[in-house]
């Protein structure tokens, strides 16, 4: 069956920087989009970065300049590179996957940003 599962989250202090890691499995990712949304408490979940399966990416005005989204399609996998994260960024983080009609969640990765 189809399985996203995100790793890399953490506790982090203002100003450092973490990786996450969704690794996709049970079809061919190739052709999705595949990016990383998060949910903060009280609050909607909100897109963070997305990326094609060709590479163009997009992201939330919030993280421009501090992430960064890049896959390896020869692994199944979709990364996110956070720098220079803030309090405001603490969040569970998801892996999401789309095609068409198809969408993918994975199942959360917790990034506490604090001193």
């Known amino acids: 069956q ?3 599962v995100e790793s890399g989250g953490g506790l982090v202090q203002p100003g450092g920087a ?3 890691s969704c690794v996709a499995s049970g079809r061919n990712f ?3 989009v595949m990016g990383w949304y ?3 408490p009280g609050k909607q979940r909100e897109l963070v970065a997305d990326v094609t399966g060709t590479g ?3 992201y939330a ?3 421009k300049g501090r992430f960064t989204i890049s896959r390896d399609n020869t692994k199944n996998t979709v990364y996110l590179q956070m720098n220079s994260l803030k309090p405001e960024d603490t ?3 998801y892996c999401h996957a789309f095609l068409s ?3 993918y969640w994975g199942q959360g990765t917790q990034v506490t940003v604090s001193s």
């Open 2 to 4: 189809v399985q996203l």
């Open 18 to 20: 973490l990786r996450l």
């Open 30 to 32: 190739s052709p999705y």
């Open 38 to 40: 998060r949910q903060a």
């Open 56 to 58: 163009s990416s997009n």
């Open 61 to 63: 005005e919030s993280v």
């Open 91 to 93: 969040a569970v983080y």
């Open 101 to 103: 009609r198809r969408t």
